[in-house]
């Protein structure tokens, strides 16, 4: 097992990110999580948990950011949004949020976290996608994004692969989390129908992945995307 000492979550404090900062503490890490706010977060207070209130809108005060903290020996990329909008009325104020938060925060958090794990010849990376980023999305915004962060992973694989950092991406279908709540009460129950076991994922499962791709996951698996739909999507 590779040892960790720093992992740097965004979106750590709720659905699935929290799943992850819990799994990472739980192995004995030092966390740092960068969200909005942390209202009722489980872990504000623990002895290995830094927390930083920091709006991923802000992509251009992203390295600042990066270099007020200790080198990052993980970076996740969990934070998104979706808005669940139809294509003919997508405010462009709603398109410019989410390519900000979906796409281009990531890209601008491996820039930089990168110059630390290039150097010292090590680093993982984890990205968290979606199905909808294979398959398309009603939200169309949110599918083009996440088809981004599929190809910004198999990008950065390429660029930094050679100097010892491993990046990879998850893509689940729905999960039990807040994000949910947008899903129209008929295409949930469609899903349910069509996945092997009935219902949808749990944090805990995607956050397992991705912890193993961060941790134990093999040097030469980089630049992949697992897949975590339990087959409600065949391509």
């Known amino acids: 097992m590779i040892k960790i000492n720093t992992v740097l979550i965004t979106g750590g404090n709720k659905g699935i990110g929290l799943a992850t900062t819990e799994k990472f503490l739980n192995a004995g890490n030092t966390v740092i999580v960068v969200a909005r706010n942390f209202n009722n977060f489980k872990f504000k207070g623990h002895p290995r948990v830094e927390i930083i209130e920091f709006d991923l809108n802000n992509v251009a005060g992203i390295p600042d950011l990066i270099a007020q903290l200790s080198s990052i020996d993980i ?14 009325n997508y405010p462009q104020e709603k398109v410019d949020e989410i390519i900000k938060i979906n796409i281009e925060a990531p890209v601008a958090l491996i820039k ?82 069509a996945v092997y076991t009935g219902r949808f994922a749990h944090p805990d499962e995607v956050a397992n992945t991705i912890y193993w791709l961060a941790t134990e996951c093999p040097e030469y698996i980089n630049g992949t995307c697992i897949d975590i739909n339990n087959g409600a999507f065949p391509r």
């Open 75 to 88: 970076l996740i990329n969990n934070a998104g949004i979706m808005h669940a909008l139809p294509y003919d």
């Open 112 to 193: 930089e976290v990168s110059k630390s794990m290039i150097s010292e010849g090590f680093g993982r990376i984890v990205n968290n996608a979606s199905i909808a980023g294979e398959i398309g999305h009603p939200d169309i915004w949110y599918g083009i994004s996440k088809a981004g962060v599929i190809n910004m992973t198999k990008s950065f694989a390429k660029i930094l692969g050679a100097s010892g950092v491993v990046i990879n991406a998850v893509a689940a279908g729905p999960v039990e989390t807040e994000m949910l709540n947008v899903i129209p009460e008929q295409r949930k129950k469609d899903i349910k129908k």
